[in-house]
């Protein structure tokens, strides 16, 4: 499972850190996680398409949880899509 940001929150939040007045890195993310298999899901409800399962990536990381502490408290971002299957 991942963190997935909406584009629109990315755009926003790509804003806000280019108006920082420091370089900084900061995770811009969506603060809940969608397993890989509940996206295919959500997408397949708009669109059809078939889904090829390969052997699991023993270098991939199997769950990935980014906080948004930093770039809230900073930049006073928050992901505004925080549920993807609405979008």
């Known amino acids: 499972s991942r963190n997935f940001l909406h584009v629109s929150d990315?755009?926003?939040?790509?804003?806000l850190a280019l108006s920082?007045?420091?370089?900084?890195?900061?995770?811009?993310?969506?603060?809940?996680?969608?397993?890989?298999?509940d996206l295919v899901a959500i997408l397949k409800k708009n669109f059809q398409f078939e889904v090829e399962y390969l052997p699991q990536n023993t270098n991939n990381l199997r769950d990935?949880?980014?906080?948004?502490?930093?770039?809230?408290?900073?930049l006073g971002f928050e992901a505004k899509i925080k549920n993807i299957s609405l979008v």
């Open 10 to 15: 990315a755009v926003r939040a790509i804003s």
């Open 20 to 37: 920082h007045d420091r370089s900084e890195v900061f995770n811009i993310t969506n603060p809940h996680k969608t397993s890989l298999n």
């Open 64 to 74: 990935l949880l980014l906080s948004p502490e930093k770039s809230r408290r900073l």
